[in-house]
């Protein structure tokens, strides 16, 4: 994490929300950005899984934002942009489970048309004869 933790560039901006008059003059916010796509630390197919877990935070240009504004402190809101970049690179490097496929088995097959059967008479049970 610390090869990557280099490649973070950091930018303080005006955040909304709590913090009073405050909120006005100091650049408490923290926008981190990490260009994702011009890495030379990630894999590929980690570059892959991290682009699209991040959704909405990545740009055109392949470079992911986090902004932190939760908190009312500059270190506070760093921390946090810090801790959720590290969050999504954990939850990239996980690799996906590979999806085999199945077929029902031949008891199930059976048990399916058995109870298909069953409905099938229950409806024709309820049908009246045409005749009265």
Do not use: C
């Amino acid at each position: 994490m610390k090869k990557l933790d280099s490649e973070i560039v950091l930018e303080y901006i005006r955040a909304s929300g709590p913090g009073g008059q405050n909120v006005n003059k100091v650049a408490t916010a923290v926008q981190l950005r990490f260009d994702v796509a011009n890495s030379p630390t990630l894999a590929s197919a980690l570059k892959g899984r991290l682009i699209q877990l991040a959704g909405k935070r990545i740009t055109a240009d392949g470079v992911l934002i986090i902004e932190a504004k939760k908190y009312r402190t500059q270190e506070a809101n760093r921390e946090d942009a810090i801790q959720r970049f590290h969050e999504l690179i954990r939850k990239a490097g996980e690799k996906p489970k590979v999806r085999r496929k199945t077929k029902p088995t031949k008891a199930a097959k059976e048990k399916r048309l058995k109870e298909k059967k069953q409905r099938s008479q229950v409806k024709k049970m309820r049908r009246g004869s045409i005749d009265q």
